[in-house]
């Protein structure tokens, strides 16, 4: 299995500012995010390169904890993060663009590549054919939560 990726995109109504401070708020994920349990922050200080944590969800059915940091942060139009499990690097980019007064696409793409001598957990199975849906529908579902999130407090 070679790299897979997904990538899903939503407008939200609120300014990048707003959205930016939802998808980098570690401490309020599990409170914003319906499939985050509970995030454990694993580095002092703000959202920044290096910033690492721990963070349980559920994924098609069972519960992971899979530990992340930040690569790159380019406040507050971009981050991305990426995580190593059982062979497989995941990575994960945020990329907040205004659309005009008060409103901000969101794009948010997954990718999974195998590493050498790994074997291959649940997620890069399921990337590998129709659970490409299946992780669209987890990505665009964690947007409607930071866009029901931050959209009911700008009102």
């Known amino acids: 299995m070679g790299t897979s990726e997904v990538s899903v995109e939503r ?4 300014p990048a500012d707003v959205v930016w401070q939802a998808l980098t708020d570690l401490e309020s994920m599990p409170l914003v995010l319906s499939g985050v349990d509970a995030v454990e922050v694993l580095t002092p200080g703000p959202f920044r390169v290096g910033t690492r944590w721990r963070e349980t969800r559920r994924m098609f059915g069972k519960s ?7 690569t790159v942060c380019e406040a507050p139009e971009r981050y991305v993060t990426e995580a190593d499990n059982a062979g497989m690097r995941y990575v994960a980019e945020f990329r907040l663009t205004e659309r005009g007064p008060g409103r901000t696409a969101v794009r948010m793409t997954f990718s999974a590549q195998p590493q050498a001598g790994g074997k291959l957990p649940l997620l890069a199975r399921l ?3 129709l659970g490409t849906r299946a ?20 009102a």
């Open 127 to 129: 990337l590998g054919g």
């Open 64 to 70: 992971a904890t899979e530990e992340m940091w930040v």
């Open 135 to 154: 992780v669209a529908k987890a990505i665009a579902k964690d947007l409607a939560d930071v866009a029901a999130s931050v959209e009911h407090r700008t």
């Open 11 to 14: 407008e939200i109504a609120a």
